[in-house]
Protein backbone atom coordinates (compact mmCIF):
# COMPACT_ATOMS: atom_id res chain seq x y z
CA UNK A 1 0.00 0.00 0.00
CA UNK A 2 3.00 2.41 1.01
CA UNK A 3 4.61 1.35 -2.35
CA UNK A 4 1.56 2.46 -4.66
CA UNK A 5 2.14 6.09 -2.79
CA UNK A 6 5.58 5.99 -3.79
CA UNK A 7 5.21 5.40 -7.08
CA UNK A 8 2.23 7.68 -7.69
CA UNK A 9 4.57 10.17 -6.11
CA UNK A 10 7.48 9.20 -8.28
CA UNK A 11 5.44 9.71 -11.27
CA UNK A 12 4.02 12.94 -10.23
CA UNK A 13 7.40 13.66 -9.93
CA UNK A 14 8.44 12.93 -13.52
CA UNK A 15 5.31 14.92 -15.05
CA UNK A 16 6.15 18.30 -13.08
CA UNK A 17 9.91 17.47 -14.11
CA UNK A 18 8.49 17.35 -17.51
CA UNK A 19 6.70 20.82 -16.86
CA UNK A 20 9.86 22.36 -15.67
CA UNK A 21 11.72 21.71 -18.56
CA UNK A 22 8.73 22.95 -20.78
CA UNK A 23 8.53 25.75 -19.04
CA UNK A 24 12.37 26.87 -19.44
CA UNK A 25 11.86 25.65 -22.63
CA UNK A 26 8.61 28.08 -23.81
CA UNK A 27 10.22 30.73 -22.01
CA UNK A 28 13.27 31.06 -23.95
CA UNK A 29 11.18 30.75 -27.29
CA UNK A 30 8.23 32.73 -25.59
CA UNK A 31 11.12 36.47 -25.28
CA UNK A 32 12.91 35.57 -28.85
CA UNK A 33 9.48 35.47 -30.01
CA UNK A 34 8.13 38.33 -28.44
CA UNK A 35 5.02 36.96 -26.93
CA UNK A 36 3.15 37.57 -23.61
CA UNK A 37 4.53 35.90 -20.54
CA UNK A 38 1.89 32.78 -20.81
CA UNK A 39 4.72 30.50 -19.67
CA UNK A 40 3.71 31.60 -15.50
CA UNK A 41 0.87 29.48 -15.98
CA UNK A 42 2.90 26.55 -15.76
CA UNK A 43 3.53 27.20 -12.51
CA UNK A 44 -0.03 27.26 -11.93
CA UNK A 45 -0.22 23.63 -13.44
CA UNK A 46 2.60 22.33 -11.08
CA UNK A 47 1.19 24.09 -8.21
CA UNK A 48 -2.30 22.02 -9.26
CA UNK A 49 0.40 18.77 -9.83
CA UNK A 50 1.77 19.07 -6.01
CA UNK A 51 -1.91 19.77 -4.53
CA UNK A 52 -2.42 15.91 -5.69
CA UNK A 53 0.15 14.32 -3.35
CA UNK A 54 -1.58 15.30 -0.05
CA UNK A 55 -5.28 14.47 -2.08
CA UNK A 56 -4.03 10.88 -3.49
CA UNK A 57 -2.81 10.30 0.19
CA UNK A 58 -6.39 11.13 1.57
CA UNK A 59 -8.02 8.53 -1.39
CA UNK A 60 -5.76 5.79 -0.50
CA UNK A 61 -5.60 6.05 3.09
CA UNK A 62 -9.65 7.58 4.43
CA UNK A 63 -11.28 5.58 6.52
CA UNK A 64 -14.67 5.83 4.44
CA UNK A 65 -13.23 4.97 1.01
CA UNK A 66 -13.94 8.23 -0.36
CA UNK A 67 -13.24 8.43 -4.70
CA UNK A 68 -10.70 9.64 -6.43
CA UNK A 69 -12.50 12.54 -7.82
CA UNK A 70 -10.47 15.38 -6.32
CA UNK A 71 -7.40 13.48 -7.22
CA UNK A 72 -8.30 13.25 -11.18
CA UNK A 73 -9.98 16.73 -11.07
CA UNK A 74 -6.78 18.29 -9.84
CA UNK A 75 -4.80 16.35 -12.81
CA UNK A 76 -6.81 17.02 -15.47
CA UNK A 77 -6.45 20.83 -14.39
CA UNK A 78 -2.84 20.76 -14.24
CA UNK A 79 -2.75 18.84 -17.84
CA UNK A 80 -5.54 21.17 -19.41
CA UNK A 81 -3.43 24.54 -18.41
CA UNK A 82 -0.15 23.11 -19.63
CA UNK A 83 -1.88 21.52 -22.92
CA UNK A 84 -3.69 25.14 -23.19
CA UNK A 85 -0.42 27.22 -22.96
CA UNK A 86 1.87 24.32 -24.59
CA UNK A 87 0.06 25.23 -28.13
CA UNK A 88 0.43 28.90 -27.74
CA UNK A 89 4.19 28.58 -27.72
CA UNK A 90 4.22 25.56 -30.22
CA UNK A 91 1.54 26.05 -32.35
CA UNK A 92 4.16 26.96 -35.31
CA UNK A 93 5.64 23.94 -35.06
CA UNK A 94 2.44 21.96 -37.22
CA UNK A 95 3.49 23.72 -39.94
CA UNK A 96 6.90 23.01 -39.93
CA UNK A 97 6.11 18.96 -39.74
CA UNK A 98 3.23 19.37 -42.57
CA UNK A 99 5.89 20.47 -44.61
CA UNK A 100 3.54 24.23 -44.90
CA UNK A 101 6.37 26.21 -43.38
CA UNK A 102 7.70 29.51 -44.71
CA UNK A 103 8.73 28.84 -48.14
Known sequence: ???DFV??????????????VLMHLSARMGEG????????????AI??????????WSVQYA?????GD????????????VMAVSFKYWWWLKGEFSGK???
Open 7 to 20: LFCAGILGILVFYA
Open 33 to 44: MRLPKYYLLYYL
Open 70 to 81: ALFTLLVIGNII
Open 101 to 103: GDK
Open 1 to 3: MII
Open 47 to 56: FTLILTIPAS
Open 63 to 67: ADGSS
